[in-house]
């Protein structure tokens, strides 16, 4: 079956870098784009970071833009999230996630998604 394993989420303080990773399983990982969301507590999932199937395509929220990098080694069948610059209000759980297509469109939002990892809590603190 479909696994996805995240990794790499922890504390740190603001302005601080963190490194996430998600390892997928049970599926052909570079026939589909893939993508980050994360959700805050009392907050809705919202998406983070998504990228296609071949790699060349990525799309960020605002207010990670030029902060964060999405990225992924289909030989490896792994995803990442570099996250550079963290505030505080980038504290949530982060969720990998498996979109329905190839295209980058096809993991912006929670509705496209066929599946998704257990999540990885990252902390920021001011």
């Known amino acids: 079956q479909v696994q996805l394993v995240e990794s790499g989420g922890g504390s740190v303080q603001a302005g601080g870098s963190l490194r996430l990773s998600c390892a997928a399983s049970?599926?052909?990982?570079?026939?589909?784009?893939m993508g980050w969301f994360r959700q805050a507590p009392g907050k809705e999932r919202e998406g983070v970071a998504s990228?296609?199937?071949?790699?060349?395509?990525?799309s960020y929220t605002d207010s990670v833009e030029g902060r964060f990098t999405i990225s992924r080694d289909n030989a490896k069948r792994t995803l990442y999230l570099q996250m550079n610059s963290l505030k505080p209000e980038d504290t949530a759980m982060y969720f990998c996630?498996?979109?329905?297509?190839?295209?980058?469109?096809?993991?912006?939002?929670?509705?496209?998604?066929?599946?998704w990892g257990q999540g990885t809590q990252v902390t920021v603190s001011s």
């Open positions: 049970g599926y052909t990982f570079s026939n589909y784009c």
């Open positions: 996630a498996a979109g329905s297509g190839a295209l980058v469109s096809r993991c912006s939002d929670v509705k496209r998604i066929n599946y």
């Open positions: 990228i296609s199937a071949g790699g060349g395509g990525t």
